[in-house]
């Protein structure tokens, strides 16, 4: 009852039941509890059964928790472990018993011995062959999960530290060209990091050159907390943004909401007024993103389980938009009276192309937009990225507020 996900164990809390079973043991079979409770025939049997018991509970509640891509529901719970009780019987009457306490002691030697040798040349076998990356269900789960991963960026995250001087891990800049000059700065958290192979594929086929720069807060002058070393460098990543002149299109992409409830709210609302005007005085062209959709699931339970034909996968796969505009009712009044100054600056309402009229979808077809609850794979932002294109030429979904 005591012990959780955040309790360390083992550790001093393994004494309790370790210090229990001695106690037990060191009462002796007269004790009460040994004598009638320990001693019943139904204790005595999960006894016999403990071992097998201990072996089969637990795949069958981690392969229960892998299919459900969660803690699996209390009915499932109960059913896997009901089932170990069944199994652990069969196991230990059919398999224990014959091979601890049956004859032909020889041929259950020649048998056991055969069967881990079998094994150890299976094991074998598929690590030679680089685990059968062949077998149409790799092929599968591959492309599934590449929805789920981060993709390398290393081939333009260090020349575009190299070429600006950053020399920490958290000195996060992209560059897609990084011999040539970037036209547009797109600046945020990590929900401005999700769109980068987007916006790139955009302003490329455009011939711009985007450049990425992590913030944490994208705002000029927001206090950073105690060992916060990515907002200690936000304003030096902002200032880059201002101070180049190529630049001409500063976009600004981030997961903080705006309210009004709260005097760091309202800092907030006027660190990102105080931004956007910086910007566009220095004549900049500023695109504020609105956020993607927080989803209330996570993205791989849409996900069928290869080679399990009973696995469920979460349909629809998607979330009420009824809940998630009621989440950001009041970060959007507060955006929308931030750009209402400001009639040069446009939005791009992203969560347009992700929801309908009734769900926010975290799959179209047969494509996963998530990685997670709250950021995008890489075929969402390529998707985004191509609305983003189609919003500034057709003029739809980059709109004043």
């Known amino acids: 009852f005591r012990i959780g996900e955040g309790t360390p164990f083992p550790g001093w809390w393994a004494l309790a039941p370790t210090i229990g079973t001695a106690l037990v043991l060191g009462a002796g079979p007269d004790a009460w509890p040994n004598r009638v409770l320990l001693s019943s025939r139904p204790m005595v049997w999960i006894g016999l059964i403990s071992y097998p018991l201990y072996l089969w509970h637990w795949p069958l509640l981690s392969f229960a928790r892998i299919v459900e891509s969660a803690t699996p529901a209390l009915a499932i719970r109960v059913a896997a472990l009901a089932l170990s009780f069944g199994l652990a019987t069969l196991t230990y009457l059919w398999v224990e018993k014959p091979i601890r306490f049956g004859g032909r002691v020889r041929g259950k030697l020649i048998a056991l011995s055969g069967a881990m040798v079998a094994v150890a040349l299976a094991g074998g076998f598929v690590a030679l062959n680089q685990r059968l990356p062949w ?5 599968t789960q591959l492309t599934q999960q590449r929805a789920l991963v981060l993709q390398d960026e290393s081939h333009i995250s260090n020349p575009c530290k190299e070429r600006y001087g950053f020399d920490e891990t958290w000195e996060l800049c992209l560059l897609d060209d990084v011999d040539a000059p970037p036209t547009v700065a797109l600046v945020g958290d990590s929900h401005g990091h999700h769109l980068v192979a987007g916006l790139r594929e955009h302003y490329r086929s455009r011939g711009g050159n985007l450049l990425y720069l992590g913030t944490r807060l994208p705002f000029w002058d927001v206090p950073a907390r105690r060992n916060d070393d990515v907002q200690k460098v936000t304003n030096q990543m902002l200032d880059l943004a201002l101070q180049t002149p190529s630049i001409e299109t500063v976009v600004i ?3 903080v909401k705006l309210h009004n409830r709260s005097p760091d709210g309202r800092q907030l609302a006027e660190a990102l007024r ?7 005085t220095a004549g900049k062209k500023v695109v504020i993103v609105r956020d993607v959709p927080r989803l209330d699931f996570q993205p791989r339970q849409c996900l069928r389980r290869v080679a399990i034909p009973v696995s469920t996968t979460k349909a629809p796969c998607a979330m009420p938009r009824e809940s998630f505009e009621r989440t950001t009712a009041h970060h959007d009044a507060l955006l929308g009276s931030v750009l209402r100054q400001f009639p ?3 939005l791009f309402d992203a969560p347009s192309y992700l929801c309908d009229e009734e769900l926010c979808w975290a799959m179209l077809e047969e494509t996963l937009l998530y990685r997670d609850r709250d950021h995008l794979s890489t075929d969402g ?3 985004l990225g191509q609305k983003f294109g189609l919003g500034l030429l057709a003029g739809a979904s980059l709109r004043r507020w």
């Open 253 to 255: 992409s981030t997961k």
């Open 135 to 139: 077998r149409a269900t790799v092929q």
């Open 344 to 346: 040069t600056v446009e």
């Open 274 to 280: 105080s931004t956007v005007k910086r910007y566009v």
């Open 381 to 383: 932002s390529l998707y």
